[in-house]
């Protein structure tokens, strides 16, 4: 059954580096969207994507966020600097079409910033 | 602004019972509602979903129902296993905040931790 995948499962990194977590959408979903759970809180939407274009974004998707499909497969969020406060489990997510439709997410990497 | 709310926060209970989670949201303006299952540091699986328009939903021993008009929906859990242990969380999709194109995205309940003992 396809699935959505993400790499990496786990990253560190440090205050102030860049950051740029991967995921791989099911094949034929055109919407991509990226949410985050900081530990113990809620799942978080940032962003959607929809033919090469932001479609909606939170608050907490500020300028230091960007997401890209940079090929047919890939879709990334970009944090430029990182912050403590940006320590999540990152959650990419898909659909094959618009409102009606089930999201399928990844299992998630885990960005923990020191 | 869209509220979800789950009902217990946390549960216990023997293998073999049946059980309900409750989820509520604030606004009915709802697209659809989907049941999430999320195991410890791990992704989330989608269980049901139910359309604004549709009662119920049910795949194997999971059965969800949506009360829109009241912004209530359940998922019931038939004959739970160790197995069924797990987060589970609820999600609504909901227009944009802002208006204009929205591609739907889900706001989230805390989540209920399930824990079935044998």
């Known amino acids: 059954e396809p699935e959505v995948t993400q790499t990496p499962s786990h990253q560190v990194t440090q205050m102030g580096q860049e950051v740029i977590l991967r995921c791989v959408p099911i094949s034929n979903h055109l919407y991509f969207y990226w949410y985050r759970q900081i530990l113990g809180q809620k799942v978080e939407f940032l962003v959607s994507?929809?033919?090469?274009?932001?479609?909606?974004k939170s608050e907490i998707f500020d300028d230091q966020f960007s997401v890209e499909r940079p090929d047919g497969s890939n879709f990334t969020l970009k944090i430029r600097s990182t912050k403590l406060e940006d320590s999540a489990m990152y959650f990419c997510?898909?659909?094959?079409?618009?409102?009606?439709?089930?999201?399928?997410f990844g299992p998630g990497t885990r960005l923990t910033v020191t | 602004k869209q509220e979800v709310t789950q009902i217990p926060a946390a549960l216990s209970v023997p293998e073999g019972e049946n059980l309900v989670l409750n989820c509520s949201f604030t606004?009915?303006?709802?697209?659809?509602l989907q049941w999430f299952r999320q195991d410890p540091g791990k992704g989330l699986t989608s269980l049901l979903l139910i359309q604004s328009s549709q009662r119920e939903q049910t795949s194997g021993r999971l059965n969800a129902s949506l009360d829109k008009s009241s912004g209530r929906s359940t998922l019931y859990i038939a004959a739970s296993q160790p197995g069924d242990s797990a987060t589970y969380l609820c999600a609504v999709r909901v227009p944009s905040n802002a208006g204009g194109t929205s591609y739907g995205k889900l706001t989230f309940g805390q989540g209920t931790i399930l824990t079935v003992h044998p």
């Open positions: 606004d009915s303006a709802i697209y659809n």
């Open positions: 997510a898909s659909s094959v079409g618009t409102l009606s439709y089930e999201q399928y």
């Open positions: 994507f929809y033919n090469n274009e932001i479609s909606e």
